[in-house]
């Protein structure tokens, strides 16, 4: 890990693979980045053509499930955490 990272909270994602949690001003920096990158994407209809395309080209091993909620919502992590236990 790097030696910026070493003191940073760690999110575990699978046995191998643990990321550094960006810190405040870390992540605020993140987000003013893809802030200023989307005020860019004005074209919803190359949107949805992107993302139709995501969907249509997806191996059949890959289930596309859309949802309207955040990825850290609770409703969203318990649905998540039960389709991986089924599978």
């Known amino acids: 890990m790097p030696e910026e990272f070493k ?3 760690l999110v575990f994602h699978s046995p191998v693979v643990f990321v550094p ?3 405040e001003e870390e992540i605020i920096k993140v987000a003013d980045d893809i802030c200023q990158r989307l005020q860019h994407t004005k074209d ?6 992107f993302f139709n395309r995501l969907k ?6 890959i289930i596309v499930l859309e949802r ?3 990825a850290e919502d609770s409703e969203f992590v318990k649905e998540a955490v039960d ?5």
Do not use: C, T, W
């Open 7 to 9: 003191n940073h909270q």
């Open 21 to 23: 949690r960006l810190n």
């Open 44 to 49: 919803k209809a190359s949107d949805a053509a």
């Open 56 to 61: 249509e080209k997806m191996p059949e091993n």
């Open 68 to 70: 309207e909620i955040y």
């Open 83 to 87: 389709l991986l236990v089924e599978g």
